[in-house]
């Protein structure tokens, strides 16, 4: 058979005539195609000492299931064996017997699609064999067999608005794609520069929805509160108009749920995923001072909603539908362009892309920092001879922050800022900090010798060469820097949010391998290299007056240009880190990755005090930089970076600091300004 590539778009896991079956639906060269895996059974871990007692439980909740010891442990070196089961229901209602008789299980909360892939290193790209069959629009391919693959894909995307009475009853959707653009609009045709496909009601606007979907086919649909607002709409007026929602492929219907907790909107349509802006910035780390979608686009693109009573949008769309239905289609569909705009302008689906492609996740998952470490680490620790635990509630001892330090409060000539680079993952990987390191270090003696353990903070300490984290890490950063030299700022964007976020995963009980003693040997050791990088700079006859996180603010004590600055940025960052690898060397055997880089030289800068006092603040100050020819002042924390003052103040600031920087008197202009 023709090994075939992919992209896996949609999973999952479902009971099938007495057993599972597992349906990827992919992007591929050839179009859209069904993958269909038989023969792949749900399976938790459960300690080997239990069986007995789960296998009462099981006949007594009539469960059929197979329990198998395994060369598998936990953490905690206890032996356990595999529970496995035919249907995913009865794999989920016997891990939860067994919880209701306090007999605790290893991994049931992964579920059967993401198990499978992650076990074959499957991260989005795939490579297949299989029975294939055409159908209308899609391939299906059975008794497929997947391994992991490198395949690029190019997806269609349709970008989909909706408009409504106060009432949730829909007047009108918009659809926006390269493959077809138009407004579906209930009402009796009129003239109108705008695509408007017409309908007598709900009813049918409801499914020329349905078939704009099976004819055009999209990949992708994206939207601004797409998911929340659009499509728990869309599911509401579906049930109450009897329409059943098929815009899945293969006409499959779709669903939609809220969670428990805080009712947010979660929706599932095989075969296509569905991205909403909003959450796609933010796991971007994008800010915005208003996540609307008039400010994000005035932003981003420097334009907005074409409606004249922006105060009052409810009252214009009504008055649109009623008197002008031409202009509502108009607005209906500048929105799906707008989304559309910033998601190109953005490269949103770029970086959801890369992001699948490194780590395993979704595209659609939002955060997704704990799921993208699971799937890279689960798979290796197996191979090690771990299980993991489930994800469980706990109370535990909070890891502290990053270092921040007392500021000096003053107006100074002439800061710089120096910074380590990627400080918290350069210290797991100098210091081999790791999960798995964790519980091979604690077998051993402390020493700098290769068969003793590295020293770590609260009692932990690592192993030198039983570890994964300091490689994964080590992999995303080359190819960060790949990604960096060819320009791929989508990629590289993604990179370094998954990597930054291991600290943050190791440092949350959310996380299935949270250890106080994980998280507090970076946080501390990120705390001892801080205030050791003091002292060497001070005894270099310079002055800190600031320290956050990975940063360091250093008065040099006078006035200097910019060469003269960079002279001394250079040779300042170059003696540190040669302090640190000779360090690392000589105390714990260790090769640093530490490195200090020399960022900014101020030539003006402002540490205030804290209001009412005379202590220095923290992350806020001011400062004055050369931009090639250019001057900039630089606000950090204060009214003018702030997002709720108004532009007159912030202009005022503005205007303040710019005089005070180049040794002017604002007496008259204050006096002025408040006349």
């Known amino acids: 058979m023709d090994i075939q590539q992919g992209f896996v778009l949609t999973r999952q896991a479902r009971d099938f005539s007495g057993r599972t079956q597992i349906d990827l639906w992919l992007s591929t060269p050839q179009g859209p195609t069904l993958l269909t895996i038989q023969n792949e059974k749900p399976v938790f871990f459960v300690a080997q000492s239990d069986v007995p007692a789960c296998q009462t439980i ?21 032996p356990l064996a595999a529970c496995y089961t035919s249907l995913s229901r009865s794999s989920f209602g016997l891990a939860q017997a067994f919880h209701n008789e306090e007999i605790q299980t290893f991994e049931s909360d992964i579920r059967l699609a993401d198990r499978f892939l992650m076990e074959r290193f499957i991260k989005g790209s795939i490579e297949f064999t299989g029975t294939a069959v055409q159908k209308n629009q899609h391939r299906r391919v059975s008794n497929a067999k997947c391994r992991s693959g490198n395949y690029l894909p190019s997806l269609s995307v349709v970008s989909l ?63 601004w509160n797409v998911i929340d607002f659009d499509f728990r709409l869309l599911h509401k007026r579906s049930e109450w108009n009897e329409v059943k929602l098929t815009i899945g492929r ?128 689960l798979p290796q620790i197996h191979r090690a001879g771990y299980v993991a635990p ?63 353990a590295v020293n770590g903070f609260r009692g932990g300490q690592f192993h030198r060469s039983k570890h994964f984290l300091p490689e994964m890490i080590e992999n995303l950063w080359a190819a960060r820097d790949v990604a960096k030299k060819n320009n791929e700022k989508a990629f590289s964007q993604a990179i370094k949010i998954i990597m930054n976020s291991f600290y943050g995963v190791l440092g949350s009980s959310g996380c299935r391998f949270f250890d106080t003693r994980l998280a507090s040997s970076i946080t501390m050791r990120g705390h001892e ?126 205007t303040l600091y710019e005089m005070v920087f180049h040794d002017q008197d604002p007496t008259d202009y204050v006096r002025q300004f408040v006349d």
């Open 250 to 377: 293969d006409n499959q219907p779709s669903f939609f749920r809220s969670s428990a907790q805080n009712q947010q909107g979660f929706i599932t349509i095989p075969g296509r995923v569905v991205l909403d802006g909003i959450d796609m910035l933010k796991t971007a780390t994008y800010h915005f001072r208003s996540w609307s979608l008039e400010s994000v686009s005035q932003e981003l693109l420097g334009e907005g909603k074409d409606i004249h009573n922006v105060h009052d949008r409810m009252d214009e769309i009504n008055r649109m539908f009623k008197f002008d239905k031409p202009s509502l289609a108009k607005y209906n569909l500048q929105d799906c362009v707008l989304v559309n705009r910033i998601f190109e302008h953005t490269h949103l689906l770029d970086f959801a892309i890369e992001r699948s492609r490194l780590t395993g996740v979704e595209l659609d998952r939002v955060g997704g920092s704990v799921a993208a470490f699971t799937n890279l680490y």
């Open 390 to 452: 489930n994800l469980e509630p706990e109370n535990w001892i909070a890891s502290p922050g990053g270092y921040v330090m007392d500021s000096i409060p003053n107006l100074y000539d002439s800061v710089l800022v120096l910074d380590f680079k990627s400080l918290y993952p350069s210290i797991i990987r100098s210091f081999l900090i790791d999960p798995m390191g964790l519980i091979e270090g604690l077998k051993l003696e402390l020493g700098p010798a290769e068969d003793q």
């Open 529 to 654: 290299i801080m205030k050791q990088t003091k002292v060497l700079i001070e005894d270099k006859g310079y002055q800190v007056i600031y320290g956050d996180t990975d940063s360091t603010f250093v008065s040099l004590n006078g006035s200097y240009d910019q060469q003269q600055a960079d002279e001394i940025g250079n040779e300042l960052v170059a003696y540190i880190n040669d302090w640190w690898t000779n360090h690392l060397k000589e105390t714990y055997n260790l090769t640093s990755i530490l490195e200090l880089e020399y960022e900014t030289h101020y030539r003006k800068f402002l540490m205030p005090t804290i209001r009412g006092s005379e202590t220095g603040s923290k992350k806020r100050y001011a400062g004055l930089i050369n931009q090639g020819d250019q001057e900039k002042i630089i606000f950090k924390g204060l009214e003018s970076a702030r997002t709720d003052w108004t532009p007159l103040a912030q202009q005022f600031q503005q």
């Open 58 to 78: 099981a006949t007594k909740e009539s469960i059929d299931c197979q329990f198998k010891p395994l060369d598998l442990a936990t953490f905690e070196q206890t």
């Open 161 to 223: 608005d909706i408009e409504c009475s106060e009432k949730g009853v829909l007047y009108s959707i918009g659809l926006d794609s390269p493959m077809d653009s138009r407004v579906i609009m209930v009402g009796e045709p009129q003239q109108a520069d705008t695509n408007i496909q017409w309908v007598a009601n709900e009813k049918a606007l409801l499914e020329a929805m349905i078939t704009w979907f099976s004819e055009f086919d999209p990949d992708i649909i994206i939207g």
